[in-house]
């Protein structure tokens, strides 16, 4: 697995859009990824996490310039599972990544700690990069907030350690809370929070090479106001329009200290920018 570079933005696309839609959304982001300095130059890397039917077309549209991941994956590596998704197939076909405790993922398909913890383990044996998502369910303290992120972390890795499984891990800190609003959380609270669970990490070299990443409600104009504390984004709504992540990228190169190239415009229109919802 190669080192992340500084900075990793990636979109899941959830279950927003029609197959066509996702498909026109890759062909743009990768056009913007093949293009883009930041990315050419090696301060970011992008990753997309489309609907489980529509993985297979965007591995082809990104195939070598961005990552792919899936939005969700089997606890159990093969077997009689209808209807479930094998990690194993994922890294078969070229996924890197495979997300795993998303708060829609624990608030509507009950999926808790247990599950969580077994998926981390089936990403890992799969040769997936987990894509795991931790945050706190209510708006509160931040040293709280990092506490709960922790306890996740450690809770979610347990089966994996027991079984020696190890590999890097991106965690995308996601405040319940944060997630499907009008703006994300605070950014003195998004870097307390991130800079206590990097500094949990640096303490399990089992997950060297692992990443730090915000969700929730992250779009243009945030990387600049937690960068110090963190090691990328984690898009949603606000990836929507392409031209949204060509503007982050834009930021990547500003903070990396190189000029924002032509792909990203520098401002996007307002209202592509709006809640999602009633994309298809
Ligand atoms: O998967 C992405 C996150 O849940 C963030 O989604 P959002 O930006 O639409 O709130």
Known sequence: MAEFPRFLIGASTKMYFSHARTMEWCRAVAEIARTHPAVRGG????????????????????????????????????????????GRQ?????????????????RLF??????????????????????LCLGE???????????????????ALASAGASGLSGPVVVAYEPHWAIGAPEP???????????????HLRGLP???????????????????RIAHAVDGLFLGRFAHDPAAVAVILDEVSNIAGHKPSRAGSGTIPADSIGAGGTDV
Not at 137 to 155: H, K, M, S
């Open 43 to 86: 301060d970011a890397a992008l990753f997309a996490v489309p609907g489980f039917l529509s993985v297979p077309g965007a591995l082809e549209v990104f195939d070598g310039v961005a990552m792919v991941g899936v939005q969700d994956l089997a606890a159990e590596d093969h077997g009689p599972f209808t209807g479930e998704v094998s």
């Open 90 to 106: 994922a890294a078969e076909l070229g996924c890197v990544l495979a997300e795993i405790g998303h708060a829609e993922r624990r």
């Open 110 to 131: 009950g999926e808790d700690d247990a599950v969580v913890r077994a998926k981390t383990a089936a990403a890992l044996r799969s040769g997936l990069v987990p894509l």
């Open 137 to 155: 369910p209510e708006r509160g303290d931040p040293d709280r907030a990092a506490a709960e992120c922790i306890r996740q972390f450690d809770d």
């Open 185 to 199: 959380a605070a950014p003195e609270h998004i870097a307390a929070v991130c800079a206590a669970l990097r500094a």
């Open 206 to 224: 089992a997950h060297a090479g692992s990443a730090v990443i915000y969700g929730g409600s992250a779009g243009p104009g945030l990387l600049g």
